[in-house]
């Protein structure tokens, strides 16, 4: 059950950021004349002409083949977190941002199929890595506020179940005496 419990937290928090990731502003040039509105968001816009929108509705356009996003540097976010998780010490945790998991996946979804497959081995690299951190760390104290800053959502939601369940695992095999 508390497997099921830790999916489903897990799952609402990403949702709850990618609700936000979708709507921030990305930088997009019109392949062709646009005109529309969708609710309070209207675009009148030429072929050629360069705008911002939330996310959401420049997907929808990319879609559509009216827009294409300018180069953003998801990329390069990406692999200076991996590089900084790399190089960190065995036991310490690199900073990366609370929605680091909800940008990966969503940059993933662009990427060819062999672009895809190399990126996740790399991310795997990088999972396996901060994952044995935050066991050990958290089975060892409760989270700090400086470790929380240096974790993403999930990460988050990980430390504090594996916590719960290690004390919990103490608790129970020294009875009275831990």
């Known amino acids: 059950m ?29 392949k062709r004349d646009v005109k529309m509105a969708v609710g309070e968001i209207a675009v009148d816009a030429k072929e050629g002409d360069m705008s911002s929108l939330p996310r959401w509705i420049a997907k929808i356009l990319s879609e559509q083949g ?49 672009e895809r497959d190399n990126l996740s081995v790399s991310l795997n690299t990088f999972v396996a890595s901060r994952l044995e951190k935050i066991v050990k760390l958290a089975a060892a104290s409760p989270l700090s506020a400086e ?14 179940t594996i916590h719960d369940a290690s004390m919990k695992f103490k608790r129970g095999v020294l009875k009275k005496f831990g």
């Open 2 to 30: 508390a497997d099921s419990y830790t999916n489903s937290r897990v799952e609402a928090i990403q949702d709850a950021y990618h609700v936000g990731y979708m709507n921030e502003e990305v930088r997009i040039s019109y």
């Open 66 to 114: 009216a827009i294409e996003f300018q180069p953003n540097e998801t990329a390069s976010y990406i692999s200076r977190t991996l590089n900084r998780e790399r190089i960190a010490r065995p036991h310490d945790l690199s900073s990366i941002d609370i929605d680091f998991y909800v940008r990966v996946n969503d940059h993933l979804e662009t990427l060819r199929e062999r």
């Open 147 to 160: 470790l929380e800053s240096r974790l993403a959502a999930e990460e988050k939601e990980l430390y504090r």
